[in-house]
């Protein structure tokens, strides 16, 4: 990243980047003042402030590695924020199935598409793009977290994105932020789709997510077990824990058909609520042992699917 400011004499020093920043955080408003002085000593003042942090020449910082600005693509900045935002909480953190820390990004001369997936729980978004490139590429989570940061900063630039040997790079304004990819196979995630659910139900978001965090109370910790029945006219959530008690909530909905009983983590469910922008949601339920797909109604590129437990 660079920022514009009057130079007296170029020069520069490797210093660290955590504790500048905790220090410029804290300043008040006005100019800084900055030298490298000799023996590796870098200095800021600020006002009355003074501190100085050793620092490393520039010449044994790592090179940053170059990649062609001219194959950059160029994406707005909510639809690309929005994306990764419902597609992060899916991929995993610091899984021993190492690719599954990443996630996939498939790009196409007219789409661009995120999909993350911790073995639990799958969410696939797809949207539709100009001046694309054929490219698949798995992208660490910690690094689409910094990106998504850089996203949301102030400011209405569209987002560049490009690629080089093993790597991604995101530009927005004067800061890039270059990443490697990972290697390695992403699981097929369309097998794990299902084709074949034929219930359908229609719920009020925020009745869904309301009822499975007050029954999830009395839950079992490790598991966060819920119970999502159907049957005539409503859709109940319960837990069961024997050290502490058990809850019931019902929600009404349109449904008439045979009992259904299936259990599910409720922590992977109402993650994926927690992304939804829409009023509805539509749950696609087949039997106790099939996947559920939850839709949100106001977004068809956009869908999750969570993977049922015994309860």
Known sequence: SSAKGEIQEKGGI??????LYEIVRELPEGDINITVAEGGRFELRSGSSLFALMGAPV???PAIPEIEKGKLISLEKKPLSDMIKKTL??????????ILNGALLNLTKNSIQFVGTDGHRLAV??????????TTAIIPKKALIEVKRLIDEEGDENIEMGFGKNLVLFKKGNT?????????TYPNYQQVIPQKNEIKIEVNKKNLEGALR????????????VKIEL??????????????GEATEDIPVEYKGLPLSMGFNARYILDNLSVIDGDAIILELQDPLSPCIIRDKADKDYLCVVMPMRV
Do not use: H, Q, W
Request: glycine share 8%; proline share 2%.
């Open 59 to 61: 010449e044994e910082y």
């Open 89 to 98: 909480f899916a991929v995993g953190e610091n899984d021993t199935r190492y």
């Open 14 to 19: 490797a210093i660290s980047a955590k504790k």
């Open 231 to 244: 049957s005539d006219g409503r859709l109940t959530c319960t837990s069961s824990n024997p050290d502490m």
């Open 176 to 184: 890039e932020i270059i990443s490697r990819l990972m290697e390695g």
């Open 214 to 225: 007050r029954v999830s109370i009395l839950s079992r910790e490790k598991s966060n077990a």
């Open 125 to 134: 978004i797809k949207k539709e793009i100009k001046g694309g490139a054929e």
